[in-house]
């Protein structure tokens, strides 16, 4: 039996990392003809995503690499940054290749590269071995979508950041909404990040294809207009998510059994958890308001508060000092909510999302959290902070009516400056909202776990894409 050989080259942010090795578990755990090698690529001098890697199991069959560390151009803007880091890469990727290939009876004959959405450029290395490119792809179907349009006007029309600015909607195949254009990434009305996102919108269709972590029966809108829509029926999609990473408990950190414990003495869906991803955090002003709206409501809370990083550094949020909490908590604010809340540093997202007590998630809305918490059965409020967060948050609330609204359009600026002030009363509307017990939210969510569940069995529309994907891979280790 031949055995096919995949290269996957993971962006370094650890959402995509941890989604891009599940998806490779996934693949290897249904298909014994597979073998995997992934190649790490780490931004300089950090360490964030070592608690992932070391924590796959030893398989013949998944083979991980950490490439060396590069170092990069200072001052340079997140999408400078990344394509200096990719481009320094290059030499590194070739020769781990070209080890791999000269071992072939070992590792089975190399049939393709699968690249992370940002890291298309890797296609020109994927070239000289003569094989074909897939693109993983951590967002939904309909930000896809969104990115290819934005593409397809660029060129077509001529319509770049200067032009979005004027307009207030866009009307985008992949939405069944005209989409606002506050709900864009940021990215997109930047001038100074154009060129790298049309190199980026440009990789994505000079793929072979495109895996995403997202199912027909979430997305089928979008789903449907690859096909019905004349620019995009030539690129073929393979939707065979939602790809989670449900086993990952605690990350060796310690508290998060307390967290789970207090859990456990709570009434069923009680509880709201509010959490922003890796990389979110406020500053003490907007604290202070989520405080005063949790108290105000008397909730029963896990507050998940993360301490921003230096200005201009690119490290991950980091825990406070329960000294440093009483400082930029309102004053006995800790005291006062002891026996309804828990304020925690990182948390162990998936098993509070997992638990009866969860009632409500206050989200950054990225996609990863989204697709935890639709599997769940949680509803969220929405909470965007960057990246395609707004356009992930705008496509709950107003597309696929699973989420309510705190805020659509919020924003930290690359500078680390948010674009305004969410009151406490607008966050205290939005989690009384979220906990409607009988509200369409809940029904719709509760509906949309049941099919998450079922689209990757036998069966499922999940299941079917991941069969055409094998077979595609397989034939091209065999030609």
């Given at each position: 039996m031949k055995k096919a050989q995949l290269v996957f080259i993971p962006s370094p942010g650890v959402g995509h990392l941890v989604s891009t090795l599940e998806f490779a578990k996934l693949l290897i755990n249904r298909d014994n003809r597979l073998r995997i090698t992934v190649l790490i690529i780490k931004f300089p001098n950090t360490t964030e995503t070592d608690a992932y890697t070391k924590s796959l199991p030893i398989l013949d069959s998944l083979n991980v690499i950490n490439l060396p560390e590069c170092s990069l151009p200072p001052n340079s803007n997140p999408g400078s940054a990344m394509a200096a880091l990719l481009e320094a890469q290059k030499p590194y990727v070739k020769q781990a290749v070209s080890n791999l290939t000269t071992g072939e009876g070992q590792h089975g004959h190399l049939a393709a590269f699968v690249v992370d959405m940002f890291c298309t450029t890797m296609i020109d290395v994927a070239k000289e071995f003569s094989v074909p490119t897939l693109v993983y792809f951590t967002s939904g179907v309909a930000f896809l979508g969104?990115?290819?349009?934005?593409?397809?006007?660029?060129?077509?029309?001529?319509?770049?950041?200067?032009?979005?600015?004027?307009?207030?909607?866009?009307?985008?195949?992949?939405?069944?909404?005209?989409?606002?254009?506050?709900?864009?990434?940021?990215?997109?009305?930047?001038?100074?990040?154009?060129?790298?996102?049309?190199?980026?919108?440009?990789?994505?269709?000079?793929?072979?294809?495109?895996?995403?972590?997202?199912?027909?029966?979430?997305?089928?809108?979008?789903?449907?207009?690859?096909?019905?829509?004349?620019?995009?029926?030539?690129?073929?999609?393979?939707?065979?998510?939602?790809?989670?990473?449900?086993?990952?408990?605690?990350?060796?950190?310690?508290?998060?059994?307390?967290?789970?414990?207090?859990?456990?003495?709570?009434?069923?869906?009680?509880?709201?958890?509010?959490?922003?991803?890796?990389?979110?955090?406020?500053?003490?002003?907007?604290?202070?308001?989520?405080?005063?709206?949790?108290?105000?409501?008397?909730?029963?809370?896990?507050?998940?508060?993360?301490?921003?990083?230096?200005?201009?550094?690119?490290?991950?949020?980091?825990?406070?000092?329960?000294?440093?909490?009483?400082?930029?908590?309102?004053?006995?604010?800790?005291?006062?909510?002891?026996?309804?809340?828990?304020?925690?540093?990182?948390?162990?997202?998936?098993?509070?999302?997992?638990?009866?007590?969860?009632?409500?998630?206050?989200?950054?809305?990225?996609?990863?959290?989204?697709?935890?918490?639709?599997?769940?059965?949680?509803?969220?409020?929405?909470?965007?902070?960057?990246?395609?967060?707004?356009?992930?948050?705008?496509?709950?609330?107003?597309?696929?009516?699973?989420?309510?609204?705190?805020?659509?359009?919020?924003n930290v600026e690359f500078n680390g400056e948010p674009n305004y002030l969410v009151t406490a009363d607008k966050i205290e509307k939005g989690i009384r909202s979220l906990l409607d017990k009988d509200g369409e939210v809940r029904k719709k969510v509760k509906k949309m776990s049941e099919k998450s569940r079922k689209t990757l069995l036998d069966g499922g529309s999940s299941y079917i894409y991941l069969a055409r994907l094998i077979d595609y891979i397989v034939n091209q280790a065999s030609n």
């Open positions: 969104l990115s290819l349009h934005l593409h397809t006007i660029n060129e077509r029309d001529n319509v770049d950041s200067t032009q979005l600015l004027q307009l207030t909607e866009l009307v985008v195949p992949s939405f069944a909404n005209s989409v606002p254009i506050k709900s864009l990434p940021s990215a997109v009305l930047l001038k100074e990040l154009e060129s790298f996102m049309m190199v980026y919108w440009k990789g994505l269709k000079n793929a072979d294809g495109i895996i995403v972590n997202s199912f027909e029966e979430l997305e089928s809108h979008a789903v449907h207009s690859f096909v019905s829509d004349a620019d995009l029926a030539s690129l073929p999609i393979y939707p065979v998510g939602p790809i989670l990473n449900l086993e990952h408990k605690t990350n060796g950190i310690d508290g998060s059994n307390d967290t789970i414990k207090w859990l456990d003495d709570q009434p069923t869906s009680s509880v709201v958890f509010l959490c922003f991803g890796s990389r979110g955090s406020f500053n003490e002003d907007q604290i202070k308001e989520i405080a005063l709206a949790v108290e105000n409501i008397g909730v029963r809370f896990i507050w998940s508060l993360r301490k921003s990083p230096p200005k201009g550094s690119m490290d991950a949020p980091s825990d406070y000092s329960l000294f440093d909490l009483d400082l930029i908590l309102p004053k006995g604010f800790l005291d006062r909510t002891a026996k309804i809340g828990r304020i925690v540093g990182w948390a162990p997202q998936t098993q509070i999302l997992a638990h009866h007590a969860t009632g409500g998630f206050v989200s950054h809305c990225g996609w990863n959290s989204t697709l935890e918490s639709i599997y769940f059965g949680v509803p969220i409020a929405t909470w965007p902070i960057f990246a395609e967060q707004r356009t992930n948050a705008f496509q709950l609330v107003c597309e696929l009516k699973m989420g309510v609204e705190i805020a659509l359009d919020y």
